[in-house]
């Protein structure tokens, strides 16, 4: 199991006497301790900020930032440069280095141990002495939103009887419109083995329709495109074309505008004078990939183009989830804590790496490395000095820097629970967030005597 965001474990401890609020007449605190209503809304982070609207990055720098990271971090993959034909022992390097079965008692969803028979069935339907010595590079979209797994199996594992949240086997998601080369096949032919931009891991043969090379990495080109802004769009319901119907698209997916489409040319029975209309892959009937119209109603929250990278479009894009529940691997429905970060992120249409293990080590971005010989004051100070939209990594997990309150730093993050140690209490005491919440980062403490900032292994900084 790779590390993504290992927030469950996370102990944030937060001393009562901690207060955010700079003034006498904010509402009174609630269940986070030194958390104030006030801010809870972006207004009170955007009130603080001295340039909101100044451009962190334009376009040209961030498109450079990117084919750094295409060029530079190893955890990102250029599916243009991939050779014709792939070889077998790569194949078998990616799939065994995620595909490695656990030999500890894992659990089900009842918390009912796992017969290793029935672990034994899964690893054989990896099908790994099917992987041929060499084969040609094979291209797929992604239809829908669909789980990436450490193995061909819906099945949910947990490392414990009484933990059903995190599942060992749930490894990320990929959204409509990603592409993919296939390299493999699970043995009952229901899974592909996938190589997408930033994951290798098995997805569900029904969310993927196969093209070549040309249509799938040319999808949409030089054409009018739209982002979603939002925390996530869905086109309309359309029981003329089930392909297209109710298809969710996250924050920061681009799909192409059909913007010449007749004004009065229903869409799947549908004239689009409420919407806007874009297009969509589908498996065609012949069951390879092809393109379909589709609507978005003019409600969503899109843009034409990716939003202006500003402290204040950081702010605002980060708030979008708040309250979302939490999910492990992109779990749920929603996004881990390295899921959050980059999807805020990707709205700007800056690249970075799926999990923190390679967010927070990442060479195409401005790292500021927190090592083990930094003291106390030094790391505090470096927090203090972090603007919005920073990145501070401790080992499993990310949190966003939203701004200062009395000069102390605080975070928006996607966790799944936190302490606090009460004023007097000996132990800490435990809050299920499971969620997008807003802390302070330097109260928190990682165990009963060690501050969380001094387990601060980097800032990375997506700035000049």
């Known amino acids: 199991m790779r590390l993504k965001c290992l927030a469950l474990g996370l ?28 801010h809870l809304s972006p207004r009170f982070w955007l009130e603080s900020l001295a ?5 962190v990055l334009d376009r040209a720098a961030i498109e450079a930032q990117n084919a750094r990271m295409v060029g530079e971090d190893p ?70 939103r669909a789980d ?68 799938v990495l040319g999808w949409g080109g030089d054409q009018p495109y739209l982002v979603v802004t939002g925390a996530t769009a869905r086109t309309v319901h359309t029981p003329e ?34 919407g806007y209309v874009v297009e969509l892959p589908v498996r065609g009937e012949d069951g390879r990939l092809a393109f379909a119209p589709a609507l978005l109603p003019r409600s969503a929250d899109v843009s034409d183009d990716y939003l202006p990278l500003t402290e204040a479009n950081l702010v605002r894009q980060s708030f979008k989830f708040l309250g979302e529940r939490y999910g492990w691997g ?30 927070s080590v990442s060479p195409a971005l401005n790292r500021l490395e927190l090592g083990p010989d930094m003291d106390h004051e030094a790391r505090v100070q470096a927090l203090r000095e972090a603007r919005p939209g920073d990145l501070v990594y401790i080992p499993g997990h990310v949190m966003m820097v939203l701004g200062h309150v009395d000069g102390d730093p605080v975070a928006i993050h996607d966790t799944s629970g936190m302490s606090w140690l009460p004023d007097g209490a000996s132990e800490l005491q435990r809050l299920h967030l499971n969620g997008v919440v807003v802390t302070p980062i330097l109260p928190m403490m990682a165990g009963r005597d060690t501050p969380t900032v001094d387990r601060i292994t980097a800032i990375q900084r997506i700035r000049p």
């Open 11 to 38: 102990l944030l401890a937060l001393p009562a006497a901690t207060a955010l609020a700079s003034s006498a007449a904010s509402p009174p605190p609630l269940a986070v301790p030194g958390l104030a209503e006030s």
């Open 75 to 144: 955890s990102i993959h250029d599916l243009a440069a991939l050779p014709d034909r792939i070889g077998g022992t790569q194949v078998r390097e990616w799939i065994e280095g995620l595909s490695t079965l656990p030999t500890v008692t894992m659990y089900d969803e009842d918390g009912q141990a796992i017969d290793p028979g029935v672990l034994a069935t899964i690893g054989a339907n990896t099908n790994l002495d099917r992987v041929p010595a060499d084969q040609p590079a094979r291209y797929g979209m992604v239809l829908r």
């Open 330 to 359: 992109h779990s749920y429905n929603a996004r881990d804590c390295s899921g959050f970060v980059s999807e805020v992120y990707r709205s700007f249409g800056v690249l970075i790496p799926r999990n923190t293990s390679a967010q």
């Open 148 to 215: 990436l797994r450490a193995f061909p199996t819906a099945l949910r594992v947990f490392r414990s009887a009484d933990n059903s949240d995190i599942d060992r086997f749930q490894e990320s998601a990929l959204f409509p419109g990603d592409p993919v080369v296939v390299l493999h096949e699970s043995a009952d032919g229901d899974w592909l083995f996938v190589l997408s931009q930033r994951y290798a891991a098995w997805i569900p043969k029904e969310h993927v329709a196969e093209g070549d090379r040309a249509q």
């Open 241 to 274: 074309a089930p392909g297209v119907s109710d298809v969710q698209l996250e924050m920061g997916v681009r799909v192409p505008r059909l913007v010449d489409w007749p004004a009065d040319r229903p869409v799947n029975g549908q004239v689009p004078a409420a």
């Open 51 to 55: 340039h909101p609207d100044r451009v």
